[in-house]
């Protein structure tokens, strides 16, 4: 099994110290705000993406 990407920069601060997080898989510790954040895959679009928008919404709604 091949192991996720890590990110590359911190989504609070946008610092590129990161380290694995001691709070359990994939948690990240930032070095420069001292913030530790998690990153997870919520799920699936069950309408998918429209193309020709670059937000998503429909023309529709």
């Known amino acids: 099994m091949s192991e996720r990407a ?3 920069y ?3 601060c946008g610092d590129e110290d990161l380290r ?3 709070q359990g898989h994939g948690a ?3 070095g ?3 913030r530790a954040f998690k990153l997870s895959f919520l799920g699936l679009l069950t ?3 429209v193309k020709g ?3 998503g919404q429909g ?3």
């Open 20 to 22: 694995p997080g001691e």
């Open 32 to 34: 420069a705000c001292n």
């Open 59 to 61: 023309a529709d709604t």
């Open 10 to 12: 911190c989504p609070y």
């Open 28 to 30: 990240w510790e930032c």
């Open 6 to 8: 890590a990110p590359f």
């Open 53 to 55: 928008r670059a937000d």
């Open 47 to 49: 309408r998918g993406l």
